[in-house]
Nanobody, 119 residues
């Protein structure tokens, strides 16, 4: 069973930083390497939204709201994708989810990690 495990969430003051990590310990390395990996977030009362994504060859994309502040990265050997979040704002408060899309279009989600930014 494929499992995505997020970590790194927490409470931080506005202007601070957090680094999220998503691991896929049970995913075959060749499968993970071919995945597109993404971070989504969902704030209370709002729809889940795409924050950042990274293709199998390392091309990144970002939501306009986080460009210049967030950086997504991946380490295929460790089956890990990270999200470095700087200059955090209260509006970044949400549950952050890791999402994997395989080359056969299978989708996997983690359970999420809470990020709370205080003003």
């Amino acid at each position: 069973q494929v499992q995505l495990v997020e970590s790194g969430g927490g409470l931080v003051q506005a202007g601070g930083s957090l680094r999220l990590s998503c691991k896929a310990p049970r995913m075959i390395l060749s499968v993970f390497s071919g995945n597109e990996m993404e971070w989504y977030r969902q704030a209370p009362g709002k729809q889940r939204e795409l924050v950042a994504g990274i293709t199998s060859d390392g091309v990144a994309k970002y939501a306009d709201s986080v460009k210049g502040r967030f950086t997504i990265s991946r380490d295929n050997g460790k089956r890990t994708v990270g999200l470095q979040m700087n200059s955090l704002k209260p509006e970044d408060t949400a549950v952050y989810y890791c999402h994997a899309v395989t080359i056969t279009a299978q989708n996997y989600w983690g359970l999420g990690t809470q990020v709370t930014v205080s003003s």
